[in-house]
């Protein structure tokens, strides 16, 4: 029995201390509702969000098209497995990524998943078939995902890596541009050629995986002349070049897929997740024929891999976000956001550099440690606003609010944020 005057959350909470595995971590934040940029815990408290799952609600929480999309196909069919019956909303969403992709390579295709880090494993599936190499190259500071092999390509050890190996074989790191830190492009390109000097034959490289903004990380947008040099290197060896937009991605940089804003680059394939399904889980790979097509039928799949709810979803989320009004929206919101992050970014020191791209946005702490960062969110927390820390010192505080966040909720939670650094 719980005391009376125990609140809904803290209920909720200690169940979930005494049922949920906690390895699992999640911080005080318990939902009951949520709506566009907001959130209401169970005993009415409202918080501005600008977490939204982690990038996954960058068309706000509930948008009342996709929430009628999914009515719609619950009251149709739940259900089917892709490799059981072809169904129709699966199809649309594979030809609406196909007019949406930036990859090269003519005629384009795409499978789906459920998560971020299955797409990131079927991509380096499809990479090896397409090339007949094994090897894949990863970077620092890079977020891939919890399985066995997106693990090994992530690239921070507590609390992702520490006591879960041994890892997948063949991944190699080099150094990823970090102007901040004095890497520059240059100096990541050189390492690169290092690596195939010293680690491995670059002939037996089937890809080189890159986040173009590092989102967990520390929200480290690529320099602008990155993504074309890193495709000449790749192109030079035969090695596919995959972008990993699961985070960056569904016009959170202000375009559909952050790639768009580099000159010269053309991924191979396109890995995405995250926002696409609208809150439903959704993720895939979008490439082009040639290499798309080396997987012989029945080496892709998974039962619930674009089931029917998150394809009608995703169609939701795309009619969205590719209306021009929504993308300038978005761009407007990262200028509001950049310009008073610089403001507070002024008045406080201890802040080293704000950085990113279009709404994909941070600080990050000039001291190498979590617990400002740590103090900032669990004080915004107090005061009504969600906010997440990143990097691979959990140095870095990252932005991610809905991109039709309005004005007045926007000017709300970076009012918070600002107080929650402390006079
Ligand atoms: C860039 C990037 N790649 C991969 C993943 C893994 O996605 P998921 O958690 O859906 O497996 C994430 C998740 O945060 C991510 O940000």
Same mark, same amino acid.
């Given at each position: 029995?719980?005391?009376?005057?125990?609140?809904?959350?803290?209920?909720?909470?200690?169940?979930?201390?005494?049922?949920?595995?906690?390895?699992?971590?999640?911080?005080?934040?318990?939902?009951?509702?949520?709506?566009?940029?907001?959130?209401?815990?169970?005993?009415?408290?409202?918080?501005?969000?600008?977490?939204?799952?982690?990038?996954?609600?960058?068309?706000?929480? *509930?948008?009342?098209?996709?929430?009628?999309?999914?009515?719609?196909?619950?009251?149709?069919?739940?259900?089917?497995?892709?490799?059981?019956?072809?169904?129709?909303?699966?199809? +649309?969403?594979?030809?609406?990524?196909?007019?949406?992709?930036?990859?090269?390579?003519?005629?384009?295709?795409?499978?789906?998943?459920?998560?971020?880090?299955?797409?990131?494993? !079927? %991509?380096?599936?499809?990479?090896?078939?397409?090339?007949?190499?094994?090897?894949?190259?990863?970077?620092?500071?890079?977020?891939?995902?919890? =399985?066995?092999?997106?693990?090994?390509?992530?690239?921070?050890?507590?609390?992702?890596?520490?006591?879960?190996? &041994?890892?997948?074989?063949?991944?190699?790191?080099?150094?990823?541009?970090? &102007?901040?830190?004095?890497?520059?492009?240059?100096?990541?390109?050189?390492?690169? +050629?290092?690596?195939?000097? %010293?680690?491995?034959?670059?002939?037996?490289?089937?890809?080189?995986?890159?986040?173009?903004?590092?989102?967990?990380?520390?929200?480290?947008?690529?320099?602008?002349?990155?993504?074309?040099?890193?495709?000449?290197?790749?192109?030079?060896?035969?090695?596919?070049?995959?972008?990993?937009?699961?985070?960056?991605?569904?016009?959170? =940089?202000?375009?559909?897929?952050?790639?768009?804003?580099?000159?010269?680059?053309?991924?191979?394939? =396109?890995?995405?997740?995250?926002?696409?399904?609208?809150?439903?889980?959704?993720?895939?790979?979008?490439?082009?024929?040639?290499?798309?097509?080396?997987?012989? &039928?029945?080496?892709?799949?998974?039962?619930?891999?674009?089931?029917?709810?998150?394809?009608?979803?995703?169609?939701?989320?795309?009619?969205?976000?590719?209306?021009?009004?929504?993308?300038?929206?978005?761009?407007?919101?990262?200028?509001?956001?950049?310009?008073?992050?610089?403001?507070?970014?002024? *008045?406080?020191?201890?802040?080293?550099?704000?950085?990113?791209?279009?709404?994909?946005?941070?600080?990050?702490?000039?001291?190498? =440690? &979590?617990?400002?960062?740590?103090?900032?969110?669990?004080? %915004?927390?107090?005061?009504?606003?969600?906010?997440?820390?990143?990097?691979?010192?959990? !140095?870095?505080?990252?932005?991610?609010?809905?991109?039709?966040?309005?004005?007045? +909720?926007?000017?709300?939670?970076?009012?918070?944020?600002?107080?929650?650094?402390?006079?």
């Amino acid at each position: 029995m719980q005391p009376t005057d125990t609140s809904a959350a803290e209920r909720i909470l200690a169940d979930r201390a005494r049922y949920v595995a906690p390895g699992m971590a999640t911080p005080k934040l318990v939902v009951a509702h949520a709506e566009g940029a907001r959130v209401t815990d169970p005993d009415g408290r409202t918080y501005i969000d600008f977490a939204g799952g982690i990038g996954c609600q960058n068309t706000g929480h *509930r948008h009342a098209a996709i929430v009628e999309a999914i009515k719609e196909q619950a009251d149709r069919y739940l259900h089917q497995c892709f490799m059981i019956g072809t169904y129709e909303p699966y199809v +649309e969403v594979c030809r609406r990524l196909a007019e949406l992709s930036p990859c090269g390579g003519g005629e384009q295709r795409s499978i789906l998943v459920n998560s971020g880090a299955e797409a990131i494993e !079927n %991509a380096v599936k499809i990479a090896r078939t397409a090339t007949g190499r094994p090897a894949v190259v990863v970077f620092d500071n890079a977020f891939h995902g919890r =399985t066995l092999l997106a693990m090994t390509m992530t690239s921070k050890v507590k609390p992702y890596k520490a006591g879960f190996g &041994p890892f997948a074989p063949e991944v190699y790191r080099a150094p990823a541009p970090y &102007p901040y830190q004095g890497i520059s492009s240059d100096d990541s390109i050189a390492a690169l +050629e290092h690596l195939f000097k %010293a680690d491995v034959d670059p002939s037996t490289v089937a890809c080189v995986v890159l986040e173009p903004v590092q989102g967990e990380g520390g929200f480290l947008a690529m320099p602008p002349d990155y993504p074309e040099k890193l495709h000449a290197l790749c192109r030079s060896h035969g090695i596919l070049w995959v972008s990993d937009e699961i985070q960056s991605g569904v016009g959170r =940089t202000g375009t559909m897929w952050a790639v768009e804003q580099y000159a010269g680059a053309e991924p191979d394939m =396109t890995v995405f997740g995250k926002s696409i399904g609208g809150g439903l889980p959704l993720a895939g790979v979008t490439g082009g024929a040639e290499v798309m097509d080396t997987v012989p &039928p029945g080496g892709l799949g998974g039962t619930f891999g674009g089931n029917p709810l998150s394809c009608a979803a995703a169609l939701a989320v795309l009619d969205i976000v590719t209306e021009p009004e929504f993308l300038a929206g978005a761009r407007e919101l990262g200028e509001t956001m950049r310009a008073r992050l610089e403001e507070i970014a002024g *008045r406080h020191p201890e802040i080293g550099e704000v950085r990113g791209l279009g709404s994909m946005l941070a600080f990050e702490f000039a001291e190498r =440690t &979590p617990d400002r960062a740590k103090a900032v969110v669990d004080a %915004a927390f107090e005061r009504g606003l969600v906010l997440l820390s990143c990097g691979l010192y959990g !140095n870095v505080i990252r932005l991610l609010p809905p991109l039709n966040t309005g004005p007045e +909720e926007l000017e709300e939670g970076l009012a918070i944020l600002e107080e929650s650094l402390g006079a």
